[in-house]
Nanobody, 119 residues
Framework: QVQLVESGGGLVQPGGSLRLSCAVS????????MGWYRQAPGKQRDSVAV???????TYVDSVNGGFTISRDNAKNTGYLEMNSLNPEDTAVYYC?????????????WGQGTQVTVSS
């Protein structure tokens, strides 16, 4: 089975930086797109950034320029570098992988890691 494990969350002061990691196992990681979502209290889970299997990246407008998504296929690991964080970035951050299964696609999710931006 596919497993995704996020790490690197925690408490950071406004203006600080944080680096999240997503370790993936049980899949051909290098073949699939992966991304990061976040869910703040009282809100739905929304996309943050996506990276294709060959390294093409997409960011939502609210984080473009401040966040950087990357991947290391040799380590089966994805990353999200977050700079200039503000309290509005506080959320549970989830890693996801999308892969084709027959004629359809499936998504697998990690358990999430809490990011809290506060003084």
């Amino acid at each position: 089975q596919v497993q995704l494990v996020e790490s690197g969350g925690g408490l950071v002061q406004p203006g600080g930086s944080l680096r999240l990691s997503c370790a993936v196992s049980g899949s051909m990681f290098s073949m699939y797109d992966m991304g990061w979502y976040r869910q703040a209290p009282g809100k739905q889970r929304d996309s943050v950034a996506v990276i294709s299997n060959d390294g093409r990246t997409t960011y939502v407008d609210s984080v473009n320029g401040g966040f950087t998504i990357s991947r290391d296929n040799a380590k089966n690991t994805g990353y999200l570098e977050m700079n200039s964080l503000n309290p509005e970035d506080t959320a549970v951050y989830y890693c996801t992988e999308r892969q084709p299964v027959g004629a359809v696609f499936r998504r697998d999710w990690g358990q999430g890691t809490q990011v809290t931006v506060s003084s």
